[in-house]
Each structure stands twice: as C-alpha cells, then as structure tokens.
C-alpha cells in the first residue's frame, strides 16, 4: 500500500530533550515535506526536500533540523525542543515540488 | 510577501451548495490547490488549478482567476461527511519552486 509513515504518533516530552519524528515513504517520491500545525493558523512549512541531499528552509525552520540521506526517509530533528514547538507535525511527500502531497497521519507533539 | 484569506468558517445543510473563496497575494504565481482535513486527521489533496477556469471532480469544483487573484472551492449537494476543514494552498515562484502556503482554513459544519 502506498503510504507515508511517521512515528511516532503521540510524544510528550520536555524542554531541552532531544528528540527526532521518523517520515518514510514507500512510494519512490523525490519532494519531502515538515508542516506543522497550529489553531487558527492553518499549515506552515517547515522544511523540504526537492532530492537526496538537497534540503532547504520553509517559512518557520526556527529550531528544526532534518536531513534527506535516502530518498525514503526525512527525519525531522529538535535538538532542544521548547514548548512553543508544542504542535501538530505532517510529513509529506509527492513525485515533485509541483505535483499533489500525500501526507502521513500527522504526530501529535507536546513539550513541557 | 505571500498571504492568503479564506472564511474561517460556513455552515450549511444537507444537500445545500458551499463556495469557499480563496483571495491571495503573491509574486510568481504557479497555481491553487485545495486540501481537504478531517477532524484529528491528514490533509488529503481535493483539487488543483494552474489556468482560469473551473475543474469539476464529482461533487466539487474548483475555480480560479489568476487575473483577480482569486479562486474558489465548490461543495455541492452537501452530506454530512463533508464537514471537515478546507485549505487552500498557493504554490510560486518566490523565494523558492519548493515553497508551499496554506491559508488558515475553513470549517465547513453541515447541518441536518
């Protein structure tokens, strides 16, 4: 089945702990995508991923990092998680930076 | 900068006819795309549009006018699973082809 996966789903944590969200698609796709997503503001981009190894900013990368080793996968890194990255996170992916996203069923973030 | 409005919310019964309207503000415009969420879940693709003009796929529509900068999403004969949220997303030539930008959404609350 054709799927985006990203674990984990649920995690409470606490400031300054590090901690990183898995995105792994099955579907030999070249653009990778990191929302997330906040009442009242809708879906804000993270980072993306146009290949392997080319990454680039999105309009909030404040505090994230990731990194695109294989095509499949795009973690996305908190090294020193604060609570106002308390949110909901998607990953998504597509053939190309111009064609539909599928998303993953989103991880649900909370940090204390 | 980018920026996109739609109406945070409309409510409508069974069987009735919603147009969401979607008003943005960019450089570089390549095209319109709607997403549909359900409560607590992922963003599924609905609809895109790269030229004026109306795409119709079953019960919905999507319209755009890229003279106004403007398009619309139309829901019709309504039922009761089409109450979710409804984004619009601008994709563009600014800053970068990978960049994606959703409005806020619409609560769309169908009535019996």
């Known amino acids: 089945e054709a799927q985006v996966t990203q674990n984990p789903r649920y995690l409470i944590t606490v400031t300054g702990k590090k901690l990183t969200v898995t995105c792994s698609q099955n579907?030999?796709?070249?653009?990778m995508s990191w929302y997330r997503q906040d009442p009242g503001l809708g879906l804000r981009q993270i980072y993306y991923?146009?290949?392997?190894?080319?990454?680039d900013k999105g309009d909030v990368p404040e505090g994230y990092k990731v990194s695109r080793k294989e095509k499949r996968n795009f973690p996305l890194i908190l090294e020193s998680p604060s609570p106002n990255q308390t949110s909901l996170y998607f990953c998504a992916s597509s053939l190309s930076q111009m064609e539909t996203q599928y998303f993953g069923p989103g991880t649900r973030l909370t940090v204390l | 900068g980018q920026s996109l409005e739609q109406p945070s919310e409309v409510t409508a019964v069974e069987g009735a006819i919603v147009q969401i309207n979607c008003t943005y503000q960019?450089?570089?415009?390549?095209?319109l795309s709607w997403y549909q969420q359900h409560d607590g879940g992922a963003p599924t693709f609905l609809s895109y549009n790269a030229l004026d003009g109306l795409e119709e796929t079953g019960r919905f529509s999507s319209f755009l006018s890229r003279s106004d900068s403007y398009g619309y999403l139309l829901l019709q004969e309504l039922q009761m699973k089409d109450s979710a949220s409804y984004f619009c997303?601008?994709?563009?030539?600014?800053?970068?082809?990978?960049?994606?930008?959703f409005g806020a959404g619409t609560q769309v609350v169908v009535t019996p």
């Open positions: 997303a601008v994709r563009s030539r600014a800053d970068s082809w990978g960049k994606l930008q």
């Open positions: 991923s146009m290949n392997v190894e080319v990454t």
């Open positions: 960019t450089s570089g415009f390549y095209g």
């Open positions: 579907m030999n796709h070249e653009y």
